[in-house]
């Protein structure tokens, strides 16, 4: 499992589940992300694409624990939940016994933030018992984006509604959801960034900890080929153009910088620094984690 010191902050990786996405030339999940385009890109081998140029896309939480503080940031897709991402199935994984192996048992997490509100960010919110839909985190206040919740409590798609009632309500029917600004500080070490384009509330997760800095991304990026191509958005980004302007300004800010940048969606090793390569960026992870 793989995790790293942020000063007095430890972020751990727990995976879900690890997906391969076929290039689509029709459009699919990155369409530009073409064999031939990847191959431009020749850092991105062997930990985000596969021999044959196919994207690699981790489903994970992270647990950050600082003092006086024990976070999950993004909670996956969960288990028992039929969603279209998994073909309408339930699945049924090991997620919460993974968490546990941290030595972080469910009740101990104080705080969980959802960067923003698909799918694939809020399934862990609750789990499945006694037949009826219960916070997984009973002593967590879910931090929750005003904004996005509002985008989101408009949307009359029925998955949407899915996701709205058994992800989301029970939280809030056991007054543990707490709506916040897209700046939100959850402790000394621990804040929100606005990043919006992916959605209209999307957020980032800031550490800053003994001088040491790290940043969070959640689905402002999705994969390392986007940092060689910040203009490359999947076709669900709300507004592409503006999630195109925040993929470049944010990795403008961290770029030839000790900030170690975290991927919501990397494949392992996860993590790593972003350095300025011609008109792009490119993804160095020569540290090891520790």
Same mark, same amino acid.
């Given at each position: 499992?793989?995790?790293?010191?942020?000063?007095?902050?430890?972020?751990?990786?727990?995976?879900?589940?690890?997906?391969?996405?076929?290039?689509?030339?029709?459009?699919?999940?990155?369409?530009?992300?073409?064999?031939?385009?990847?191959?431009?890109?020749?850092?991105?081998?062997?930990?985000?694409?596969?021999?044959?140029?196919?994207?690699?896309?981790?489903?994970?939480?992270?647990?950050?624990?600082?003092? $006086? @503080?024990?976070?999950? *940031? #993004?909670?996956?897709?969960?288990?028992?939940?039929?969603?279209? =991402?998994?073909?309408?199935? &339930?699945?049924?994984?090991?997620?919460?016994?993974?968490?546990?192996?941290?030595?972080?048992?469910?009740?101990?997490?104080?705080?969980?933030?959802?960067?923003?509100?698909?799918?694939?960010?809020?399934?862990?919110?609750?789990?499945?018992?006694?037949?009826?839909?219960?916070?997984?985190?009973?002593?967590?206040?879910?931090?929750?984006?005003?904004?996005?919740?509002?985008?989101?409590?408009?949307?009359?798609?029925?998955?949407?509604?899915?996701?709205?009632?058994?992800?989301?309500?029970?939280?809030?029917?056991? $007054? @543990?959801?707490?709506? *916040? #600004?897209?700046?939100?500080?959850?402790?000394?070490?621990?804040? =929100?960034?606005?990043?919006? &384009?992916?959605?209209?509330?999307?957020?980032?997760?800031?550490?800053?900890?003994?001088?040491?800095?790290?940043?969070?991304?959640?689905?402002?990026?999705?994969?390392?080929?986007?940092?060689?191509?910040?203009?490359?958005?999947?076709?669900?980004?709300?507004?592409?153009?503006?999630?195109?302007?925040?993929?470049?300004?944010?990795?403008?800010?961290?770029?030839?910088?000790?900030?170690?940048?975290?991927?919501?969606?990397?494949?392992?090793?996860?993590?790593?620094?972003?350095?300025?390569?011609?008109?792009?960026? $490119?993804?160095?992870?020569?540290?090891?984690?520790?």
């Amino acid at each position: 499992m793989l995790s790293w010191k942020i000063g007095d902050v430890t972020v751990t990786r727990v995976v879900e589940s690890e997906i391969v996405f076929p290039n689509d030339p029709k459009g699919g999940f990155l369409g530009q992300a073409s064999p031939a385009a990847l191959r431009e890109m020749p850092w991105l081998w062997p930990h985000f694409v596969t021999e044959e140029g196919h994207l690699r896309i981790s489903m994970h939480a992270l647990l950050v624990e600082a003092p $006086r @503080l024990t976070l999950v *940031v #993004d909670t996956c897709v969960g288990n028992d939940k039929p969603r279209a =991402l998994t073909g309408g199935v &339930g699945l049924a994984t090991r997620f919460l016994e993974d968490l546990e192996s941290t030595g972080c048992r469910r009740e101990s997490v104080n705080a969980v933030v959802c960067t923003h509100l698909h799918v694939d960010h809020v399934g862990w919110n609750t789990m499945w018992k006694n037949g009826r839909w219960v916070p997984t985190f009973p002593n967590a206040r879910y931090l929750i984006g005003r904004q996005e919740y509002a985008h989101w409590k408009a949307d009359r798609d029925p998955e949407t509604r899915a996701i709205l009632a058994d992800s989301l309500q029970p939280i809030f029917d056991a $007054r @543990l959801a707490e709506l *916040v #600004d897209m700046n939100h500080r959850l402790s000394p070490e621990i804040r =929100l960034v606005p990043t919006p &384009g992916h959605t209209p509330g999307h957020v980032s997760v800031a550490i800053e900890s003994r001088g040491q800095q790290a940043l969070i991304t959640g689905d402002f990026l999705h994969h390392p080929c986007q940092l060689g191509h910040p203009e490359w958005s999947p076709a669900f980004d709300s507004d592409p153009i503006a999630s195109a302007s925040t993929r470049r300004s944010m990795l403008e800010k961290v770029a030839d910088r000790p900030v170690l940048v975290i991927g919501t969606h990397f494949a392992a090793p996860t993590a790593g620094h972003v350095q300025r390569a011609g008109r792009g960026f $490119r993804f160095e992870v020569g540290e090891e984690p520790v």
